[in-house]
């Protein structure tokens, strides 16, 4: 019991420091221990049947399971875990009242541990998403000169515990940069408009800090206005400054400054005769946007894909199928995705991007027609074998016809979920649309 605190309080710690990938880090780890406690517990009753406690094997199997976990999502904090892994497999091979075999059985087990987390959730690789440089290169900006921020306060902001606000380190860092703040009772996208037209006469760029919902509204509106994009990372969630490769607000400073960018593809959603929407990471309709909720209410707690299987085994007891027509075939769907370029892993929880330019939509979709589908869905996430199985669907196009063929046309846009006046929509790419600040450095150095 006590080898498992320690292990959760390193997981706090490192879940505490505000880094994105710290905190990757501390969920794959203190998932690995659970898996590795489950084991170990299934182990353990014929052994002690056998007067053989494997109770060496169990802590050994935890402080394993944590670095090794830790070690695969992030190297450098890993490094930090596995000395005291190995300290403690040590002092157990050489305490005489432990059986050597135990010792081993408890690396065999902590190692296993974290390679199997990597076939639920596999590891996210640290190097941004590839990106072509603009034609047109962006105007370095220094001191910010130029530069109109607007950063939204109500996205549940989160960033390094060092600048604990935003606003305030941006008018600190840019101090040129003309910032923003929406007030109680403001548009925020009213806002950003009002800030992208003042970019445009000075010739300068525009800047948005907040979670996905507020970047997809700055990039409507920098691509619409051919303005580049600063993107500062904040929000709950902001998934596509992750994959850009700006992890930091320094990062983004370093590159405004320097006029370092990159061009990336939008995803669209037109009505015919009507509006469009765009989007930056995903479209979805069914449940998915349900699902993605649910998960992250929970993945905090639990993990990410203990809350993936929680969250599914919810939505679809509550939920029910969509009639929809895909390029004119109809379907009965619980669910159907559709990437702003190809996502990894396979299968049924898309996590990155390692290109932000391919050209292409990622296109997966549940069968709900398929006998037994919502068993099938389950078991095929539980074994990790979605990919394989008959329930999903998958491709990747560069366009697509939907039509709601029954019920409220209901879809999520980078996770804002809306209603459209018609049921009919084209999914498709603006290709190389909006230009994005992104330090030099992360760029594939031959591209």
Known sequence: MAGGLAWGAAAAALGASGNRTARRAALRGIGTVAIASAVTRVLARPAARRAQPLDAAGRVASAVAFAVGVLLEAPRYGLFAVPGAAALTVARTRSGERRPGDVAVGVAIGVGAAALTARWWP???????AAARPRRPA??????????????????????ADTPDASAYLRTALPKA??????????????????????????????????DGTINAATEIAAR???????FPGGTFNHFAVDLGNQTLEDVVRAVQAGDAVVADLGRARAPGGPEQVFLNTFSLGVYS??????EKLEQRIGKWPALVVGLARVLAKGSPVNVSVNGRPKRLWLLFAGNGIYHPAGFAPTYRTQLDDGLLDVRAVDAGTPLARTRLLLAVLTGTLHNSRVLTTAQVRGLRLEVLHGDPRFSYDGEVTRVATPRLVLDKVTRAVTLYRPAEKDQWLR
């Open 123 to 129: 590891v996210k690789p640290e190097a941004a998403a």
């Open 139 to 160: 105007p370095a900006l220094p001191g910010g000169a130029g530069l109109h921020i607007v950063v939204n306060p109500s996205s549940g902001l989160s960033w390094s």
């Open 178 to 211: 003309e910032i923003t703040v929406p007030q109680e009772g403001q548009d925020l996208v009213e806002l950003l408009e009002q800030a992208a037209r003042r970019a445009k006469e000075e010739g300068g760029a525009l800047g948005a800090c907040g979670g």
């Open 225 to 231: 206005l051919g303005l580049p994009l600063a993107v």
């Open 290 to 295: 349900d699902l993605v909720g649910a998960r």
